[in-house]
């Protein structure tokens, strides 16, 4: 594996010749779902791309992928720092059959796609970081999901899932602001990373757990993320979507996505459906918080 190049930026990962173009993707990917890909060198955002175009009439499976984003965005309006040449940026645009209040599920399959094409072709081991993450062992952020619906009512017209991952970036390529939280692959494998065999994985992670999903529901990605995340068991600030911060523990992915966090202060254990959760350093990971741990109210640990 090459190892490093000097650039005008000082040291950074030397970058393989690798953009991933439809051609080179498709060489290599055998999955039914994902044949209609489109590269872009520019674009603004891949889920706006494919948002137009699922309004248009798109079929499911459509991937816009872009080597570079000028308006790449996270969740809450965040900005996604998406340079040239050092990442996966795309979208992929699904239509499932189950209903929109499940639709946020698919940022934690994805994540579950993400971790294990990542352990699978750069034989790093990461963790998913619930919601939307996928994380080093150390807690970086490497990989981000941001999925996007339009719904009438419980029927699902489109979802756009959006996938960064941060591939070759050495540290000072990214944003300061981030650069004690961000991680890139080329980072934790100490060396670049090829980009289309890491796509080809995702893509086929990706498809053959939604079409698990669609068959027999959300459950066994469900497992896949409590067996390899970075949440359960940690101590956490939630942050709620109005900006109201608390502490507690996460203690357990729920059926139906919600992460059940005890609040330190004591008192019952509260769902947490959409939030931003960061993790303390106050205590080591442990596996005993699991899916067995009851929601409030003592019953299954279900549906909402
Ligand atoms: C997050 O961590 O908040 C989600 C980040 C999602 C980034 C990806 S990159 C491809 C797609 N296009 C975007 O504008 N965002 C997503």
């Not at 079929?59 to 965040?78: F, K």
């Not at 072709?121 to 990989?143: E, F, H, I, M, Y």
Request: charged share 25%; aromatic share 4%.
């Amino acid at each position: 594996m090459e190892r490093r190049e000097r650039g005008g930026r000082g040291s950074r990962l030397a970058k393989p010749p690798d953009a991933p173009t439809p051609e080179r993707v498709l060489a290599g990917l055998d999955t039914a779902l994902f044949r209609q890909l489109v590269y872009l060198p520019e674009t603004g955002s891949t889920n706006d791309v494919v948002r137009a175009e699922a309004r248009a009439g798109a079929p499911e499976g459509l991937v816009v992928i872009a080597d570079r984003q000028t308006a790449g965005r996270g969740r809450r309006g965040r900005a996604w720092d998406s340079p040239a040449g050092l990442g996966l940026w795309f979208s992929v645009l699904l239509r499932p059959t189950f209903p929109a209040r499940q639709a946020p599920l698919l940022a934690l399959m994805a994540a579950a796609a993400v971790r294990d094409a990542v352990a699978a072709t750069a034989g790093v081991p990461v963790l998913v970081k619930w919601p939307n993450d996928v994380v080093s062992q150390d807690g970086r952020k490497l990989s981000g999901i941001l999925v996007e619906m339009e719904a009438d009512g419980d029927f699902i017209r489109h979802c756009v899932v959006g996938i960064g991952v941060n591939v070759n970036q050495a540290l000072e390529d990214f944003p300061p602001e981030v650069r004690e939280t961000a991680t890139s692959l080329g980072l934790l494998a100490g060396g670049p990373v090829a980009r289309v065999p890491l796509l080809q994985a995702i893509l086929a992670g990706l498809e053959a757990r939604y079409r698990r999903v669609l068959a027999d529901g959300f459950g066994a990605v469900l497992d896949e993320v409590r067996r390899h995340s970075a949440t359960l068991g940690r101590d956490v600030q939630v942050v709620e979507t109005g900006g109201q911060a608390w502490d507690g523990r996460a203690v357990a992915i729920l059926d139906d996505g919600a992460l059940l966090v005890e609040p330190a202060g004591g008192g019952e254990a509260r769902r947490v459906y959409a939030a931003d959760v960061s993790i303390r350093e106050t205590n080591a990971p442990t596996r005993e918080a699991n899916a067995s741990i009851r929601p409030p109210g003592g019953g299954r640990a279900t549906s909402r």
